[in-house]
């Protein structure tokens, strides 16, 4: 029988003698394999699954949310009438039209008793009690500007130095690029450790070429840079620290806060098996640096 099965196999399948007895050997094998995740489904696994512990579960949390869903004001007025209202003369029956809770229109009415007024939708936001989800709600139908503009005078410098004090510093407009710590820790928001953090940075940088790069400096909240820009500016004749790109060491190359240590690699690497770089701009040709990074280092590189 063995010796049929054989046989038939290689004149079936073109296999040699040893072929033909290897795939005996295997075929007992690819009917376990194909077969055994069946058997065991059928054999060790039950035919229906439990879902009584989840039942239970589930149950509960709707239990829970069906409690819950008597006290929120978004809930229980879903299909409340929205329509355009002023918060100063809205009327406690509108009011609870509007969806809006009893406490919370008693407390409105309070205020508006004692002489408060509303004078944009931020303020009735304010009102405690009310659902932050129900403001966002009503907030299309408030009658009220978003937010009241500030009235800004206009103050001339002669003006605002007679209103200081007489022991108050003026601070006056600065060079970015030579400012010294205490100079940078005369402003508003900027302590001894950030104004420490800002000369660094510019030193490692080479100087400050445009003012967008005051944002670079880690830890410099975005108020407190344009607070430094509004009195701080760049010369227009300055010149930042140049790095010789055919001179410079990788470690040099790599102290720049622009270049990373790989591409600094790299461009020596290259220098050592070409020779000189005869243009900055064969960095990017050559596929050394990316045309972002090119364009911001770009400034701080020559060829001597």
Known sequence: MMQRLKALIMVTFGFSR???????????????????????????????????????????????????????????????????????????????????PDKVRQRVDRYRVKGGKFKARSDFARIYG???????????FIDLPISVPKK?????????????????????????????????????????TLALRIVSYRERLGGFMHPDQLYEVWGLDSAVVLRTLAISEIAEAFVPKLINLNAATERE??????????????????????????????LEKINLIDTKTFNRIKPYLTLE
């Open 253 to 282: 190359l790599a102290s720049h806060p622009y270049m990373k240590p790989k591409t600094a690699r790299l461009i020596v690497a290259y220098r050592f098996q070409h020779g000189n770089f005869t243009a900055i701009g064969d």
């Open 152 to 192: 800004v005078t206009a103050i001339r410098p002669a003006q605002m130095a007679s209103r200081l004090p007489a022991n108050t510093k003026v601070i006056t407009k600065f060079d970015l690029n030579s400012a010294d710590t205490a100079v940078l820790n005369s402003v508003y928001g900027i302590g001894p």
């Open 130 to 140: 009310l659902d932050s989800m129900l403001f966002v709600r009503l907030e299309p």
């Open 18 to 100: 040893s072929e033909a007895r290897a795939f005996i050997i295997l075929l007992p094998l690819i009917f376990l394999i194909v077969f055994i995740e069946p058997v065991y489904q059928s054999w060790f696994v039950s035919g229906k699954p439990d879902y009584f512990d989840d039942t239970e579960k589930l149950d509960s949390l709707m239990a829970t949310w069906q409690w819950n869903k008597k006290d929120n004001p978004i809930l229980t007025h879903k299909t409340a009438a929205l329509f355009h209202f002023d918060p100063n003369t809205v009327s406690i029956p509108e009011m609870d039209s509007l969806g809006i």
